[in-house]
């Protein structure tokens, strides 16, 4: 069922409505909120003040001004960077990250999967050190696979600034790591 249905049912009162939102975009908001945050109860925090928000705002929500996803998303990014402005974060460990995903099948071998796992710590030590604004463009961008516009609704800036902050992250990750090395980062996101 397209989310503009749900939308619709919940807005029209029909509890199931919002058990299914919740059920489709939990996982999703947690994930967001954890790689801005770096912290699994900040997460879980942020997940559910998210579903909190949504339950009172979802009145504002118009689906002529971007998705349903897109505009959850910023609700979660934002009561996210709230959080991390009051207080300050450690690194993120890639180990943590990766929980809940699976190795490629195509790294079947274990001195593969090593490698692979010990080049994804070094990208994502390397994604911790940029600037939060540029830090999260990069995590919405190639961890969760959103196009720049919608990233710009997001984010609430013009696209041509999602534009910039993915460049100079890249600038900074290639001087960091390497232009080889950068470039094999990027394909590997």
Not at 47 to 60: D, N
Not at 62 to 72: A, H, I, P
Not at 144 to 173: F, K, W
Request: aromatic share 10%.
């Amino acid at each position: 069922m397209p989310d503009a249905d749900l939308v619709a049912r919940f807005r029209a009162g029909e509890a199931d409505a919002l058990s299914a939102l919740f059920t489709l975009y939990k996982d999703k908001v947690f994930r967001l909120a954890y790689l801005v945050t770096r912290s699994h109860q900040d997460a879980q925090d942020v997940t559910q003040e998210t579903f909190i928000r949504l339950i009172k705002a979802v009145g504002s929500f118009d689906e002529r001004k971007g998705s349903f996803e897109t505009w959850l998303y910023a609700i979660a990014v934002n009561l996210a960077r709230d959080g991390l402005r009051r207080q300050k974060r450690s690194l993120l460990s890639w180990d943590l990250l990766e929980e809940d995903r699976h190795i490629s099948k195509q790294a079947v071998y274990p001195e593969r999967i090593s490698l692979t796992t010990e080049w994804q710590q070094t990208i994502w030590e390397a994604v911790n050190t940029l600037e939060e604004k540029q830090r999260i463009a990069v995590v919405l961008r190639y961890y969760l696979d959103l196009p720049c516009e919608e990233i710009a609704h997001v984010l609430s800036c013009p696209e041509g600034t999602v534009h910039s902050r993915l460049y100079y992250a890249r600038l900074a990750l290639e001087k960091r790591l390497g232009d080889e090395k950068t470039s094999l980062a990027w394909a590997l996101a």
